[in-house]
């Protein structure tokens, strides 16, 4: 079945890196998506990986994804305190996505 | 990116009044719009699909009579929330997907019900 698991806290320190991670189930996922939910506010397309591709860098972000173990990370660096939100992974099998329950990262100043 | 809205952002409706929430893709054609219900610090919580010109899929455990949705164009949903009730109130977010097989779903901002 599908099933996508993320840790529902992580907190780092300004400055520091941080890392999401994300696992899920279906290996004939498509897409793999990272979204970030500020409070009050809808869900933003962080950033998106192709199933056949292991990397994707976009500036402060890098996405690894690990098809054999089905884990997904999202590595953020620098993290700044306006970078404290709920970061999402979803995967794409068919319509519609299928969400984790989110990671609430927190930022120490 | 793509661009989605939601009005209102914000409501206040009493119990027993019918609300309607309106989601639309800005600047792409979207063929298929979800609507979700996320109750606080809780994770997005699918209540139905619609294509455009065709009636709306409903998760198990929706009730497609109190939860009206419409989607008549390809830039265009609406969501009904018929005779509210106080357990009704949550934060209602639509987002909206188009037709290439790379598409993902664009989120809108969100609604606030409050049914007093």
């Known amino acids: 079945g599908e099933d996508v698991e993320q840790s529902l806290f992580l907190s780092v320190r300004e400055g520091d890196s941080s890392v999401i991670n994300c696992t899920y189930t279906d290996s004939s996922s498509t897409y793999l998506y990272w979204y970030k939910q500020e409070p009050g506010a809808g869900l933003q397309l962080l950033t998106y990986?192709?199933?056949?591709?292991d990397m994707k860098q976009d500036q402060r972000l890098t996405v690894l994804l690990n098809k054999k173990d089905k884990h997904l990370s999202l590595r953020i660096a620098d993290t700044q305190t306006g970078d404290s939100a709920i970061y999402f992974c979803a995967e794409r099998l068919n319509t519609p996505l299928v969400f984790g329950k989110g990671t609430r990262l927190s930022v120490i100043a | 990116g793509a661009v989605v809205s939601q009005h209102p952002s914000r409501v206040i409706c009493k119990s027993g009044t019918s609300v309607k929430i309106e989601c639309r893709s800005l600047?792409?054609?979207?063929?298929?719009m979800f609507w979700y219900r996320q109750f606080p610090k809780q994770s997005l919580m699918l209540m139905a699909t619609s294509n455009e010109g065709s009636k709306a899929t409903y998760e198990q455990g929706v009730e497609k009579d109190k939860f009206l949705i419409n989607h008549a164009s390809l830039t265009l949903s609406t969501l009904t929330v018929t005779s509210a009730h106080p357990e009704d109130s949550s934060f209602y977010i639509c987002s909206a997907s188009g037709q290439a097989p790379w598409d993902t779903q664009y989120f809108g901002p969100g609604t606030r019900l409050t049914v007093l």
């Open positions: 990986i192709f199933s056949n591709m």
């Open positions: 600047d792409f054609q979207a063929t298929t």
